[in-house]
Structures are given as structure tokens and as C-alpha cells.
């Protein structure tokens, strides 16, 4: 079952340095992967997609990869600034269902 | 740029009463969603919502919940009798297209709490 008060993992980085993100899914049927910021106090934002049928995906200074066999996410981001600090989510879609599944959360911190 | 927005940004109710919470999806989309994420805590998925209907629901969307389109724009979630763990931020996303073709785009979110 759910844990209560989940203690986010937090990634500190510094300003410049490349920051990766990883997340563990859950469902090895899912298909489609994607990535949300979420800043505290707003939704989640999207950041980049990918599906299955892609091991890596590039977009600007954010690139995401997939490794199916272990059923394991990562974001790379480049050149990390101070707006990219925020919570990072992970999140999966499995077959014809449009529901996201999200996982836990990761913080990052960007420090100067 | 299009976006959802939500309204209102934060509700404040007494235990038992009903609430509705207000969505604009972004007007070309035709799937929409409610998610909520309690404190702390990831977001859960709620309801998915096509053609003037629900697609799917979670174990959380009980018979304490309802959805709605009325109009061309709105989309809404309503509790009926709200309790105390319903107090959480609430998200509404819309999508163009469904399932692993669709990305979904939240809004802000209504901060909801009950007393």
C-alpha cells in the first residue's frame, strides 16, 4: 500500500553541472513514458515524452532514457540553472489507458 | 500558449459539505482528467473523461464523486460529502488524443481543504 509523508530523494547540483534523475516503473507492459516538472505550488509540467519503442530521446538540454530490461528511467539535464530546481516525476502510461501512473519524486536542488 | 486553468485556487470547507472544483481544458483537447496529489505525497489518478463520459476511474473516485462537462468548456469535479481526507491539492488535465498518443497537460490545481 501507499506510505504516507513519502520522503523525497533530493539531488543537489551545482549551477552548470549536468543533473540525472532516475525512476524505476512499475509495469513492464507500459508503453509510454514521460517526465513532469513540478515547482512547488503548481502542476506538474511537461518536460519530454518516449515511448517503448525508443531506448533515448533528445530535447533542448533535457534528454531522456529508457532501458526496458530493468525497467528504468533517467532525465538528463545539461547545463542544470537555478529554474530547474523543482521536483521531478516520473510518470507511465500501460496499454490503451489513459490514466498516468506517477512515481515517487525526485527534488532537485540547484545550488550557486 | 494554451493551458488549463483551474479555479478557484484554494478552497477552504467544513466536513460533510459538498464542493465543486472548476477546470477549462485546453480548448482543442477531448480527453480530460482529475488527478489529486495529498501533501507530500505523488499524484494519484482520479478520472479520465471522452465523449461525455467516464473512461476510467481509480479506487479512490467513490460514489462521493462525480464529473461533469456542462458546457463546451468547463469540466468539473464535484465531493459530495467531503471528509477530512479529502483535503489535497486537485489537478485537472486534458489531452488531444488518449492513452500513450496523448500528452497531458495540468493545470495549476485547486488547494483543497477541509475542516
Known amino acids: 500500500g501507499e506510505s504516507v509523508g513519502l520522503h523525497l530523494p533530493t539531488l543537489s547540483v551545482q549551477e552548470g553541472d549536468n543533473s540525472i534523475i532516475n525512476c524505476a516503473y512499475s509495469n513492464s507492459a507500459s508503453d509510454y513514458f514521460i517526465w513532469y516538472k513540478q515547482e512547488s505550488g503548481k502542476g506538474p509540467q511537461f518536460i519530454i515524452d518516449?515511448?517503448?519503442?525508443?531506448d533515448k530521446r533528445q530535447g533542448q538540454r533535457v534528454t531522456v532514457l529508457l532501458n526496458k530490461t530493468v525497467k528504468h528511467l533517467s532525465l538528463q539535464i545539461a547545463a542544470t540553472q537555478p529554474g530547474d530546481s523543482a521536483v521531478y516525476f516520473c510518470a507511465e502510461v500501460t496499454g490503451t489507458a489513459s490514466k498516468l501512473t506517477f512515481g515517487t519524486g525526485t527534488r532537485l536542488q540547484v545550488t550557486l | 500558449e494554451p493551458e488549463v486553468t483551474q479555479t478557484p485556487s484554494h478552497q477552504v470547507t467544513q466536513m460533510g459539505q459538498e464542493v465543486i472544483l472548476r477546470c477549462v481544458p485546453i480548448?482543442?483537447?477531448?480527453?480530460f482528467y482529475w488527478y489529486r496529489q495529498i501533501l507530500g505525497q505523488k499524484v494519484e489518478f482520479l478520472v479520465s473523461?471522452?465523449?461525455?463520459?467516464?473512461?476510467?476511474k481509480s479506487e479512490i473516485f467513490d460514489d462521493q464523486f462525480s464529473v461533469e462537462r456542462p458546457d463546451g468548456s468547463n469540466f468539473t469535479l464535484k465531493i459530495r460529502s467531503t471528509k477530512l481526507e479529502d483535503s489535497a491539492m486537485y489537478f485537472c488535465a486534458s489531452s488531444a488524443s488518449g492513452g500513450a498518443h496523448g500528452t497531458q497537460y495540468f493545470g495549476p490545481g485547486t488547494r483543497l481543504l477541509v475542516l
Open positions: 518516449i515511448r517503448s519503442n525508443m
Open positions: 480548448s482543442n483537447h477531448l480527453y
Open positions: 473523461f471522452y465523449n461525455n463520459e467516464i473512461s476510467e
